[in-house]
């Protein structure tokens, strides 16, 4: 089923790249991007076989995820949003249910969320926001128990795919208690969810990642886990989620740029001067570097996850990929010439989208900085100058 789910992710490509364009010059979501991905059943991808999904682990989405990249990174994005919901709900096993003390009624809407991913669903992460980035213990959005569930407030930035979601995985502190951070499920129907179309950027234009504002009362089943206090948990169990799953959108993206370029000075009849062909063969070797050191950051991901070891792959991941793609992006942009940063020249795109790969959280610095601080022998997750999360 996993091989299936490649050979789907390739399938639709040519489909994604024919519609790229269009989407990062208007700044429109790719609807029709996602009814494809619903069609192939990749919303299922990292859901359980014995929920409908397709069983897949972090290897097989790195791989997906990639593939999807070569065609349109934006939407690629996107999906790695769903895809860290649903990936991070499935590793929920029973020992680890157990080990947190997750309530049965808890694992029953949590197989619930991955069936309808299965059948379709998809879902946005709402975890960043304005003056704080994606730093879970500075969140401002706060909630508070009342009859029957948690009423939430607060603004959400770079909700990507927001207006287009099932439903938006919401982080928050308790009001009360500001150390304890907890994530909800929101359906997207719930009344008092708002989405301000704020989005209009440099770079991966067509995530539409919109500012979401939540004054909403949710019920007790939307609280991920049934137990309060999990986020920051989550996060130091399952970093592999919030750091390295960019990671294979952007070397993607890195070899995309490759490929258009490859395309472009073939057509132009410009491959027989040997500085373009030696900017190729760098920019192909780095590419090619890029993915091999996602692929055994992923690997070690599904072997041994949240070993130390594995957490430092996971970070020089993102921290490679992010990087290599804006190296790569701008090397075969100058190697193209001025015809290729005209507007809605694959290049140009590919050139911009590459650029957001060492911002996205966590930003190249940040991971360099994890790197050192673990490479000189310190904890990297309390030894920072700032709140990891």
């Known amino acids: 089923m996993v091989a299936d789910a490649l050979a789907a992710a390739r399938r639709v490509v040519p489909r994604l790249a024919a519609r790229a364009g269009e989407h990062d ?4 979501f790719p609807v029709a991007d996602f009814a494809d991905l619903r069609q192939e059943q990749l919303f299922g991808l990292l859901v359980p076989q014995r929920l409908g999904g397709r069983g897949a682990g972090f290897a097989d989405y790195a791989e997906v995820a990639y593939e999807l990249a070569r065609g349109n990174g934006a939407t690629a994005l996107v999906f790695n949003m769903h895809a860290s919901v649903t990936g991070a709900l499935g590793a929920v096993d029973d020992d680890l249910a157990e080990a947190m003390g997750l309530p049965d009624e808890a694992l029953a809407a949590r197989d619930q969320l991955l069936a309808d991913a299965a059948a379709g669903s998809w879902y946005a992460v709402a975890m960043s926001e ?4 994606s730093r879970l ?76 504002h939540l004054d909403v009362t949710v019920g007790q089943r939307t609280l991920l886990g049934g137990v309060e206090g999990l986020a920051l948990v989550v996060a130091q169990l399952m970093p592999h989620w919030m750091v390295a799953s960019y990671a294979a959108v952007y070397a993607g993206v890195a070899r995309a740029a490759v490929d258009a370029a490859v395309e472009h000075l073939t057509e132009r009849g410009l491959t027989h001067l040997p500085a373009v062909r030696a900017r190729i063969g760098r920019a192909d070797a780095a590419a090619a570097a890029a993915l091999l050191t996602v692929r055994e950051a992923a690997r070690r991901v599904d072997a041994e996850p949240g070993d130390p070891a594995t957490n430092q792959w996971v970070w020089r991941a993102k921290l490679v990929a992010g990087g290599t793609a804006a190296e790569v992006a701008s ?31 966590p930003t190249s610095d940040v991971c360099a900085d994890w790197l050192g601080v ?11 100058s700032a709140p990891r999360w």
Not at 130 to 133: D, F, H, I, P, T
Not at 184 to 202: H, I, K, M, N
Not at 374 to 384: F, S, V
């Open 25 to 28: 010059r208007a700044g429109t």
């Open 130 to 133: 304005r003056g704080a980035g």
């Open 137 to 212: 213990s500075q969140l401002s959005t706060v909630y508070h128990r009342v009859d029957g569930g948690y009423q939430i407030k607060g603004a959400k930035a770079f909700c990507s795919g927001a207006g287009h979601a099932s439903g938006y995985l919401v982080a928050a502190r308790h009001a009360d208690d500001q150390s304890v951070v907890s994530q909800f499920l929101v359906p997207a129907d719930t009344p008092g969810l708002r989405v301000e179309q704020s989005w209009d950027s440099l770079g991966m234009r067509a995530t539409c990642s919109h500012d979401l």
């Open 331 to 361: 090397s075969m942009l100058e190697a193209a010439g001025t015809s290729a940063t005209r507007r809605g020249h694959p290049l140009e795109r590919l050139y911009r989208d590459a650029r957001c790969g060492a911002l996205h959280p």
């Open 374 to 384: 673990a490479t000189i022998g310190g904890d990297p997750d309390r030894d920072g």
